[in-house]
């Protein structure tokens, strides 16, 4: 389903008010907080080729040019210039697992939130966002073109709230893999791409991220609640149900032995996480339902700048993958 913006005279109220309480709640915070850390936010998108040149040892061998390598005998690489406009897009997962949340705040509120900051962080700077919007479905929910304005940027919003995910039963898991294939078809010039989603998903993703990394910037969203990572000590007998497969499962949360193996469950899915996200070559944006949004932003713009300044002292390639907040 591709959806389009709507006319001037289309009116969103509940959009309007949800965005304007944003700009209050966040974007006022951030305003000024950001100041040069903007380029940072979104370094690596909006590229022309300016140039081309000889391999040196401190290049990142991602910039080799292999085409010109192979006919001039000896590596060549890609130097860009930032374009100052760029295309940001939105996979945007809001499947049954992220509408859970253990306290006012659910992951599926969180990532709304965190898709119009972005867009509006973006928007204000003249460069077009689209949204793939993907609800439990095998293809995504709705697809709204890259474009910038206002306007553009409420129905966007208005997307995003009036969407209902799949219901328990309906769908065994959300399957990520898929969703990261379509948008490979989808988005067929280089842009800024945001993953957002808690990646609870069958294995199989990995592979069409990192392929999605190779030609777009990607950042990896990742949507977290802290009873996700550590079970609450002295909560009893509790029928807990899975929100995608509706699985059913009677635990004792009395049991320290079974709080242990959650917790150690919850770290070793947490390792292969990042050290999935690392392989593609994904940097990782975390955000906690019991976390402020602007402070979780500041903190990842200013690990990414660090990350750039180290790497241009560096003489030796930086790993990618390497920036986690």
């Known amino acids: 389903m591709v959806s389009r913006s709507p006319g001037a005279a289309t009116s969103l109220p509940h959009a309007a008010k949800w965005l304007q309480r944003l700009e209050w709640t966040v974007l006022k915070r951030l305003d000024g907080q950001l100041q040069g850390d903007y380029r940072s936010l979104f370094r690596g998108t909006g590229l022309v080729l300016a140039d081309l040149r000889e391999y040196q040892a401190h290049d990142d061998v991602r910039h080799i040019d292999w085409n010109v390598t192979a006919r001039m005998q000896t590596p060549y690489v890609r130097e860009h210039q930032e374009d100052r406009e760029i295309a940001a897009w939105f996979v945007l997962d809001l499947s049954a697992s992220v509408a859970f949340g253990s306290g006012p705040t659910s992951k599926r509120e969180l990532a709304c939130s965190i898709v119009a900051v972005l867009s509006k962080l973006l928007s204000q700077h003249g460069n077009r966002v689209g949204l793939m919007l993907f609800t439990g479905q095998d293809s995504a929910h709705s697809v709204v073109p890259a474009r910038s304005g206002r306007r553009h940027l409420l129905y966007i919003v208005h997307q995003m709230l009036r969407a209902a995910p799949v219901h328990a039963k309906a769908v065994q898991t959300s399957a990520l893999g898929p969703w990261l294939m379509q948008a490979q078809s989808v988005l067929k010039r280089r842009s800024a791409v ?50 995608e497969s509706g699985e059913q499962l009677l635990v004792d949360g009395n049991d320290a032995a079974f709080r242990q193996r959650f917790a150690q469950h919850a770290q070793d899915r947490e390792a292969v996480l990042l050290d999935s996200l690392a392989h593609a070559g994904v940097d990782c944006l975390e955000l906690n339902t019991d976390e402020a949004l602007d402070q979780a932003l500041l903190r990842f713009a200013q690990l990414r700048k660090r990350a750039s300044q180290l790497s241009a002292a560096s003489s030796r390639p930086m790993a990618t993958g390497g920036v986690h907040a």
């Open 194 to 243: 945001f993953v957002v989603s808690d990646f609870i998903s069958p294995a199989g993703w990995e592979k069409p991220l990192a392929q999605l990394a190779r030609r777009h910037e990607v950042v990896a969203v990742r949507l977290r609640d802290p009873l996700e990572m550590a079970w609450p000590d002295n909560t009893g007998m509790l029928l807990v149900q899975d929100a």
